[in-house]
């Protein structure tokens, strides 16, 4: 097994145990604790944080040291400063909606799990050719949906993926159908609104009736 295969095991089987990964971008720090708090109850423990925001660092952070329940990682990781910042945060895993070569040989070098994004044949084999084993199909419905996703695993058929980007509640059962498929990422699970309104028994209620749609 190769450095990087190694490094990326992990994200890997968090993604597989965890099968829905909340894509959480959170505006204000006191929400974030009482969030991930509302998804764990709802069985959710995978959280994504995503670098949208000027409060997203410390939002992971006072979610790594309150609610240890929960596996953070950090999303929207574009440079390989992002990926430095996941590491010093104590982040699980990092997610990206691409996968630049200075992305990837950061990631290596680091040795975070790390998930790169691809919505093109050409950037999957970039991920390949450097050990990739998941990856994050993104924008998944825009870049071409399910048709698409299945095209990519006919060439490269051990490669597993995390479809997001407009994917919903009553779409992620479908495509984890797919035997390629082992999570799937998505807003609808933490609406910005509830979020704004501190509505969390209603996000713990999306997470619970979410699961419950899934494939047994």
Same mark, same amino acid.
């Given at each position: 097994?190769?450095?990087?295969?190694?490094?990326?095991?992990?994200?890997?089987?968090?993604?597989a145990?965890?099968?829905?990964?909340?894509?959480?971008t959170?505006?204000?720090?006191?929400?974030?604790?009482?969030?991930?708090?509302?998804?764990?109850?709802? !069985?959710?423990?995978?959280?994504?944080?995503?670098?949208? %925001? /000027? $409060?997203?660092? =410390? +939002? *992971?952070? @006072?979610?790594?040291?309150?609610?240890?329940?929960?596996?953070?990682?950090?999303?929207?990781?574009?440079?390989?400063?992002?990926?430095?910042?996941?590491?010093?945060? !104590?982040?699980?895993f990092?997610?990206?909606?691409?996968? %630049? /070569? $200075?992305?990837? =040989? +950061? *990631?290596? @070098?680091?040795?975070?799990?790390?998930?790169?994004?691809?919505?093109?044949?050409?950037?999957?084999?970039?991920?390949?050719?450097?050990g990739?084993?998941?990856?994050?199909?993104?924008?998944?419905?825009?870049?071409?949906?399910?048709?698409?996703?299945k095209?990519? +695993?006919?060439p490269?058929?051990?490669?597993?993926?995390?479809?997001?980007?407009?994917?919903?509640?009553?779409?992620?059962?479908?495509?984890?159908?797919?035997?390629?498929?082992?999570?799937?990422?998505?807003?609808?699970?933490?609406?910005?609104?509830?979020?704004?309104?501190?509505?969390?028994?209603?996000?713990?209620e999306?997470?619970?009736?979410?699961?419950?749609?899934?494939?047994?």
């Amino acid at each position: 097994m190769t450095a990087l295969s190694s490094s990326q095991a992990p994200a890997l089987a968090l993604l597989a145990e965890s099968r829905l990964v909340p894509v959480l971008t959170i505006e204000k720090v006191a929400d974030a604790v009482p969030l991930a708090r509302a998804l764990v109850a709802g !069985g959710i423990t995978m959280l994504e944080i995503t670098l949208r %925001t /000027p $409060a997203a660092a =410390d +939002a *992971a952070r @006072a979610i790594i040291a309150e609610v240890p329940e929960a596996l953070v990682g950090l999303g929207t990781v574009t440079t390989a400063k992002d990926l430095e910042l996941a590491r010093s945060l !104590g982040a699980r895993f990092a997610l990206s909606p691409g996968a %630049t /070569p $200075a992305l990837l =040989d +950061a *990631a290596a @070098a680091l040795g975070l799990p790390f998930v790169p994004g691809i919505a093109t044949p050409s950037e999957l084999m970039a991920a390949v050719e450097r050990g990739f084993e998941v990856v994050k199909f993104f924008p998944a419905v825009p870049a071409g949906g399910i048709a698409a996703l299945k095209a990519f +695993a006919g060439p490269f058929p051990e490669m597993r993926f995390c479809p997001t980007g407009g994917i919903g509640e009553d779409q992620a059962a479908e495509w984890l159908a797919l035997p390629q498929v082992v999570a799937v990422g998505g807003s609808w699970l933490a609406p910005t609104k509830l979020m704004r309104d501190g509505q969390w028994s209603e996000i713990t209620e999306i997470a619970r009736r979410s699961l419950a749609k899934l494939p047994r």
